[in-house]
């Protein structure tokens, strides 16, 4: 069975930047596609980003292509979304999913098996 434990949330004025980190237990990022789904307060979940399992194939959301960089370590226990230049409309519960194999594409439209307990960022002056 797949866990994921996010970790690296907290309030930030805007321009600041965050480190999300996502612990994987039972199997690693190398197999499993690995992506990130935000939902702020009244809004519907957002997708942010995703990494295919073969660590090449990366994708984001037009709202924060350029800011935010999925990456993983070469062990592919843990996944990260570096967020940077945030702004107020990136407060939002952000939390990791995963998808166990299969078209990467699925995880895209946040159709995954596997997801974290969520970690809180709040950007605000």
């Known amino acids: 069975q797949v866990q994921l434990v996010e970790s690296g949330g907290g309030s930030v004025q805007p321009g600041a930047s965050l480190r999300l980190s996502c612990a994987t237990s039972?199997?690693?990022?190398?197999?499993?596609?690995m992506g990130w789904f935000r939902r702020a307060p009244g809004k519907a979940r957002e997708f942010v980003g995703a990494?295919?399992?073969?660590?090449?194939?990366?994708e984001y959301d037009d709202s924060v292509k350029g800011r935010f960089t999925i990456t993983r370590d070469s062990d592919g226990k843990t996944g990260y979304l570096q967020m940077n230049s945030l702004k107020p409309e990136d407060t939002a519960l952000y939390y990791c999913?995963?998808?166990?194999?299969?078209?990467?594409?699925?995880?895209?439209?946040?159709?995954?098996?596997?997801w974290g307990q969520g970690t809180q960022v709040t950007v605000s002056s």
């Open positions: 999913v995963a998808r166990d194999g299969g078209l990467f594409t699925r995880i895209l439209r946040g159709d995954y098996e596997y």
């Open positions: 039972g199997r690693t990022f190398r197999r499993l596609h």
């Open positions: 990494m295919h399992a073969d660590g090449l194939n990366i």
